[in-house]
């Protein structure tokens, strides 16, 4: 064999050798799959975590917006029951049956103010009153009578409320006779501020669902009474309003225009809810506690399955996915090289095996 075919032998078997190191997968090769895949579930981590904060960001905010909502309309009926307070004040601090019902039916109730149940008035009479008290009312109404009977030693019977038609049942009816209602009434007097009764079933609500009244009080005269003394000394009664509760939330918050479910409550009675037992483990959840003319609502609101499905993409899973291709890819690519480097060792052993054979027959 000629030396330059030795020279050429020895320089194809150390090429070979230094390709056949490519023939397999080194620790860098792994350690940059194992980075690209770190980087994606590093990318996919965050996205959802992004995901996550903007729909809760939108749960907090649609959360506060149903509170607000609920705030702004029992507002608006206290400034309601306050202009119909106004119109007594006008009228020489008295009202009848008949200037009532006009008032009322120029206040366009329903649909003015949807999920109030009327507005009436609740005079404040003392046990020497009563005999004037019910010959003035019955002079146009002969069937009026108090109810029922109570050992209170003074009367607020509901005298007037419209529409009556709906609300006869409740026409007459003592307030003094129970004490949430009876409570409220005198905390309203004795603050002169607006008040909530405690839950409460209407007597004129057929279903018996929860329902409260809502009382502003009015006093004789035009002087401010500053003390609770006075209060108590000058007052004539209250303009109220009774609301059974799924109709104010009807009336309030559209179900269509949105994905959170509420449960309203008072003390231990809930006055109003939409959620289920399955519900009670939703995504989010929040519970707000809402201080109402004297009472404490608590609003437990949760998101529902079109919430999440709405506010909740699939980014997070498109970044896991694409960086799963692009491992892939690389994986593929390290393969290839690896099977490109083993043809070429063939190759080259090949070659080397041809120059020895050929070296040989010369």
Request: glycine share 4%.
């Amino acid at each position: 064999m000629r030396k330059t075919d030795i020279s050429l032998s020895h320089e194809l078997e150390a090429e070979a050798s230094k390709i056949k190191s490519g023939t397999r997968l080194h620790w860098y090769h792994w350690f940059v799959i194992l980075c690209s895949a770190c980087i994606t579930i590093y990318a996919s981590s965050v996205t959802k975590q992004q995901e996550e904060r903007r729909a809760l960001k939108i749960f907090e905010e649609q959360s506060q917006n149903i509170v607000d909502l609920v705030k702004e309309r029992m507002e608006k009926y206290e400034m309601a029951l306050s202009s119909a307070k106004s119109a007594i004040k006008a009228n020489n601090d008295r009202t009848d049956y008949a200037h009532w019902k006009r008032y009322s039916n120029d206040f366009h109730i329903s649909n003015k103010y949807p999920g109030i149940n009327g507005i009436g008035v609740i005079y404040n009479i003392l046990p020497d009153a009563l005999p004037d008290y019910l010959k003035r009312e019955r002079a146009m109404r002969p069937d009026y009578k108090i109810h029922p009977p109570h050992k209170q030693r003074e009367y607020w019977p509901i005298t007037y409320i419209e529409p009556e038609a709906i609300n006869m049942k409740a026409v007459g009816l003592d307030m003094a006779y129970e004490e949430n209602r009876y409570n409220a009434l005198k905390k309203a007097r004795d603050t002169g501020q607006a008040q909530v009764t405690a839950p409460i079933t209407l007597v004129q609500d057929n279903e018996s669902t929860p329902g409260f009244l809502f009382y502003v009080p009015f006093y004789k005269g035009d002087t401010s009474h500053d003390t609770r003394e006075q209060r108590r000394a000058n007052v004539l009664g209250a303009v109220y309003a009774p609301f059974i509760f799924k109709k104010l939330i009807a009336g309030t918050l559209s179900a269509d225009a949105r994905r959170l479910k509420i449960k309203i409550s008072d003390g231990d009675t809930i006055l109003y809810s939409e959620i289920s037992s399955a519900e009670n483990d939703a995504l989010y959840k929040v519970q707000k506690k809402v201080h109402v003319y004297g009472r404490v609502w608590v609003f437990d609101i949760v998101s529902d399955a079109a919430f999440d499905q709405l506010n909740i993409s699939s980014k997070s899973l498109y970044v896991l996915l694409i960086g799963g291709l692009v491992e892939a890819l690389l994986i593929s690519v390290f393969l290839l090289l690896v099977r490109s480097n083993k043809k070429a060792v063939n190759f080259a052993m090949r070659m080397n095996e041809g120059y020895k054979e050929k070296a040989l027959s010369l």
